[in-house]
């Protein structure tokens, strides 16, 4: 995360950070940042993030990333937020959890409507389009549909 803040700072970018206090004892805060702020709880970190973003680009990572992705993603679900939301695929990292997310399409327990809501890029240049080229699908009146006759 450091790496990309400095990368986006010295290219003229802006860079908001939203970190628990009590994390500040566990991780270093980055001190060049357009401006940070700092919250109580994980839960706030999320909301904060959410209500501060235009969008939302996961990159590869672990834990933390997929849960923040599915956190978003489920907000979007369930209409909290219409913001796009994509994977930056490099190396087709995202390959296994598209092919999950896609198996629980065919399942029943994600709709086709909600695998739409997912964006996939290899690229920082093509994902950055694809985010500025979306429009929010029509919500559908369900989060899920039966799955179909086996």
């Given at each position: ?5 400095n ?13 628990p206090?009590g994390?500040?004892q566990?991780e270093?805060a980055h ?8 919250v ?10 959410a ?10 990572g ?6 923040e992705?599915f ?5 979007s679900?369930i ?10 695929n490099?190396?087709?990292f ?5 092919t999950?997310?896609?198996h629980?399409s065919d ?6 409507f ?18 500025d ?15 179909p006759e086996?």
């Amino acid at each position: 995360m450091g790496i990309l803040a400095n990368t986006t700072l010295d290219a003229g970018g802006e860079v908001i950070g939203v970190i628990p206090g009590g994390l500040f004892q566990r991780e270093i805060a980055h001190q060049n940042l357009t401006k940070l702020y700092t919250v109580k709880t994980m839960h706030e970190r999320k909301a904060l993030m959410a209500d501060l973003a235009d969008g939302f680009i996961a990159l590869p990572g672990g834990f933390g990333t997929f849960d923040e992705l599915f956190e978003i993603v489920t907000w979007s679900q369930i209409g909290i937020h219409h913001k796009p939301i994509g994977l930056l695929n490099v190396s087709h990292f995202f390959d296994p959890l598209l092919t999950l997310v896609n198996h629980a399409s065919d399942e029943g327990f994600i709709s086709p409507f909600h695998v739409q809501l997912l964006l996939q890029q290899e690229t920082p240049a093509a994902l950055l389009d694809a985010l500025d080229a979306y429009t929010p699908p029509k919500q559908q009146s369900k989060w899920t549909e039966l799955p179909p006759e086996r």
